[in-house]
């Protein structure tokens, strides 16, 4: 599974500050590896419910669907947004190139197929601050009341961009496609009032708030119920023995970013854990992270991690920050 990082930097210097910043005001992060293409025809809407399997007949223009996509024996691929941009009109959105390389190939008379990731750069505000950062740049009332996982066009210093109200943080925030050739500008008039922020206060702070990596989650063979998304797939075939949880441990050392071995095996027996994800929280001020375990483990085990790498394992409340899941869609204060 492809994940280029050529646009996020690991940090700006100080990685838990970046990650504190963006829970205490905002952070601003680049979101440019995201792949994109968009969709138009009367052949659309069927051509994105058969790639995302759910139905998006009653997806308004101007909102924003999250989907899982998966292989044919059902295990998850990769996690995508589709934003619907008119009628017969679509844009997904995914970390992985090939997902962008199959929709191309579902081109046809009465669907055209276009990639776009080249043509923006793909920003991201977050934070309780967010909105007031984009107050700063242009942004009107239009922004601030955009609804969760909806979007809308609007001029950040004049410049046309789409906002949508959504993250990968577990606050308030906001993503921004912006015209490539004026992204340099609309970045460092942002860079002004947030912080910018790198891959790894990013991966702190989405392990935090317990959602998945494709990269490093789906690196092990795990259906979207064993991930927690069955909800966002049509179908009704519920593969289910293990359960994505998070943890607290101990480690001699973790350097960061830090991501799971290439291959990882199915925990079969109940207190072993294959652990996907791990970061230092600034939340929980020590090791946090991701990992499955076979859905018979109780919720006290002292988990057992075969690598050797981590110790002193226990489960803990996912997600370990925000557990009602309300701060992102909370009102602006």
Known sequence: MAFVRSNLRNDFGDPIGEARSCRRESALFDFSFLECARLQGPDALGIVENFVRR?????????IAYAVRTDPLGMALADLTVWRTAADTFEIMSGRREDIADLMACASA????VEVTEDRAVFAVQGPGALAVLGKIGCDEVVAGLSYFRFAQ??????PCVIGRLGYTGEAGFEILVPHSESHRIWSQLARYSKPAGFVAMDTLRIEAGFVLFANEFKLSVSPAEVGLQQFRADQIVKK?????????????LSLPWAGPASLERPEEPG????????????????LGLGFV???TADNALLHDPSGKFREIRRVPRPFYDHLK??????WS
């Open 241 to 253: 023995s293990l359960e994505l949880v998070s943890f607290q441990a101990e480690a001699a050392h």
């Open 326 to 331: 309300g701060r992102p869609r909370q009102p």
């Open 294 to 296: 076979a859905m018979s």
């Open 110 to 113: 009465r669907v055209e197929i």
């Open 272 to 287: 072993v854990i294959a652990i996907t994800s791990a970061c230092n929280s600034v939340i929980a001020n020590r090791i």
């Open 55 to 63: 139905p998006l007949a009653s997806l308004a223009s101007g909102a």
């Open 154 to 159: 609007v001029k950040l210093s004049g410049v």
